[in-house]
């Protein structure tokens, strides 16, 4: 997310200097779309048109780096283009056989954000042989989403503070664990689940060796932002063309909807 083009004049530098649109997914489907599912076809149509806009999908990694200013990404994009990264919440098992497909064929990078407790557990789940598999294409990073996705809100009322940190705590270390052990991968990025943080957890957060974190809702990212509470662009189907258009150009305090 750096600059967007919706005509055939270049975006200002203004524009430009706004960062890094990070966009998240969760399930894909090759006939049935929904509010956290994005068809196959709407996908492929929405990074034609970011291709032919003058985006450039970039991996989320060096996307932080350039947010924090330690990288060269965001100076790095051609004029009159924009960075663009893509993010799937969960690891639902679509990942593999509908989104990894058209990863490989028009060689983009993707950024997983997973929770250990449901692979090679729960049906609707990758498996940790698909996971390995993805990573070592190239394309694919894996991070994490938490160990197993739980409303850090409804946890708080009903814990001790010391408890709630105790959990916060596992749910953060254990996720990076598993993660780094099973697939031998760092893991230094994570989503929050719901998209809920706040002071604690970002506290939490850098207890835990993460560098940066993700929300869920928001424009796009710009440098000297908060690096544990990054804002995200939830994707669906109805993100075409002047809508998608629309939303990218957003600005960080418009919220979008609670994650899943």
Same mark, same amino acid.
Do not use: C, M, N
């Given at each position: 997310m750096v600059l967007l083009l919706l005509s055939p004049v270049a975006a200002t530098a203004g524009e430009a200097d706004r960062g890094v649109a990070v966009l998240a997914y969760h399930r894909f489907d090759p006939l049935h779309g929904g509010a $956290? $599912?994005? $068809? $196959?076809?709407?996908?492929?149509?929405?990074?034609?048109? %970011?291709d032919a806009?003058?985006?450039?999908?970039?991996? %989320? @990694?060096?996307a932080v780096? @350039?947010?924090?200013?330690?990288?060269?990404?965001?100076?790095?994009?051609?004029? @009159?283009?924009?960075?663009?990264?893509?993010?799937?919440?969960?690891?639902?098992?679509?990942v593999y056989t509908?989104?990894?497909?058209?990863?490989?064929?028009?060689?983009?990078?993707?950024? %997983?954000?997973?929770?250990?407790?449901a692979i090679s557990h729960a049906a609707y789940a990758l498996t940790w042989g698909q996971l390995a598999d993805m990573t070592l294409s190239g394309l694919v990073t894996?991070?994490?989403h938490t160990y197993w996705h739980p409303n850090f809100h409804v946890e708080r009322a009903h814990r001790t503070a010391a408890a709630y940190r105790a959990f916060v705590?596992?749910?953060l270390v254990?996720?990076?664990?598993?993660?780094?052990?099973?697939? @031998?991968v760092p893991v230094e990025l994570l989503a929050w689940p719901f998209g809920i943080v706040d002071a604690d957890l970002r506290a939490a957060a850098l207890r835990a060796g993460y560098r940066a974190a993700f929300g869920y809702g928001g424009g796009p990212a710009s440098p000297g932002g908060d690096p544990f509470a990054i804002p995200r662009l939830p994707m669906s189907d109805a993100d075409q063309g002047?809508?998608?258009?629309?939303? %990218?150009?957003?600005?960080?305090?418009?919220?979008?909807?609670a994650a899943p």
């Open positions: $956290t $599912t994005v $068809t $196959t076809l709407a996908f492929e149509r929405q990074l034609d048109w %970011l806009h003058g985006y450039r999908v970039v991996a %989320l @990694g060096a780096e @350039g947010l924090r200013g330690t990288g060269s990404v965001l100076g790095d994009v051609v004029a @009159g283009g924009r960075a663009v990264a893509i993010t799937v919440d969960d690891g639902h098992a679509s509908q989104l990894y497909p058209i990863v490989r064929r028009r060689h983009v990078p993707v950024t %997983l954000f997973i929770y250990p407790s894996v991070q994490s705590d596992d749910q254990r996720s990076k664990r598993v993660l780094e052990r099973r697939l @031998g002047a809508v998608l258009a629309a939303r %990218l150009r957003l600005g960080p305090s418009v919220r979008g909807p």
